[in-house]
DNA sequence: TATTGTTATACTCTATAACTATA
DNA sequence: TATAGTTATAGAGTATAACAATA
């Protein structure tokens, strides 16, 4: 048992221990994030034509048929209004979602997939999937599953401003 | 023990789960990271004035105290050539970056940081480091051991044309 | 007054392709 | 011929702030 005065050093030196673990661990789950996307990301424009910001917006309406408001759209794709009004801008003039009027409250739409929409987002998100799937195919599927609860305990312990309005918990991972 | 004729009903039951399982796995993979990045930019944005792409730049170099070419950064940002003279500019008009002539080859440039360079960005990563321990705070230290371990495979097996070429598994995890 | 969504603006990132200089 | 890096260009994403319509 040690007896020496030396706690608030071992403090220190447990917390910056733990620092370096946090970025270390926040800088490879970046470095395969940024491996994955740059792929997915380039394959989407050169055989859909389509970026990855739109694919997630059309994955989000996917999840809720009954559509979004601009507003839930912003923050469950975490980006500024402004920018969501030019996305959906976007992908109305291409046909594949349609802002519809909230009866209820004037100021606001709901937007939804198209049936053309919901078609070209099924397609894509099947090769899509495919990809994913070839992409993690060198690991065991036991260690995915691991990692996907690991994955599960970050989001809902993650300590961000963010986390405290998001509502996007409630689903991902079709 | 099953002695009826299923096996390719059931071999494709597997494929097609072990696809469902990698999905979700992309999904909740990148609504972690979507989460901690857009955290991540807007803070550095405010507080430094600085993109995640400046700030990774530096953050290469920060390791590389000998230099590192343009077709170096290029590969290990995943981005084309083109982007990386944009972001170099941009660091070196700050006096943060400089292009030092390759002697043996009079095409290229390494590209280092400067002190000052090198100051403001020890001093960014520091408050960066605690932003992220802050973040992480909420999981255990055996948790966050684990999913290292686990991402560093994922890193290691990831089945992408870019892992063929890519150098940048030498380091990372300062 | 507060909220929903849009507009206007400025900046950055990104990819592509043509180009210069050097190997 | 091939390679290292730049330039030119076009298209998107992003944030901010001012704004209109509605609650």
């Known amino acids: 048992m040690k007896i020496d005065n030396e706690p608030i050093y071992d403090l220190e030196t447990r ?9 270390r661990l926040w800088l490879r789950m970046l470095s395969c994030t940024v491996m994955i996307e740059a792929e997915i990301r380039t394959r989407l424009r050169n055989e859909f034509g389509i970026t ?3 694919f997630d917006l059309m994955a989000q309406l996917e999840r809720h048929p009954e559509g979004l408001r601009m507003g839930e759209l912003s923050k469950r794709m975490m980006v500024t209004g402004g920018n969501i009004t030019g996305i959906t801008d976007q992908l109305e003039q291409e046909k594949l979602v349609v802002r519809m009027p909230d009866l209820k409250d004037r100021r606001a739409y709901s937007v939804k997939l198209t049936p053309a929409g919901r078609r070209a987002f099924k397609r894509m ?14 690991m065991a ?13 970050v989001k809902t312990h ?14 991902d991972a079709s």
Chains 1, 2 share one sequence.
């Open 15 to 23: 917390l910056t221990q733990d620092h370096h673990q946090s970025l």
């Open 158 to 171: 993650l300590n961000t401003p963010a986390t405290a309005l998001d509502t996007s918990k409630e689903q």
């Open 52 to 54: 990855l910001p739109r």
């Open 125 to 138: 998100a099947a090769v899509h999937e495919d990809w994913i799937a070839e992409m993690f195919s060198g």
């Open 141 to 153: 599927a036991e260690q995915k599953n691991q990692l996907f609860e690991l994955l599960s305990q």
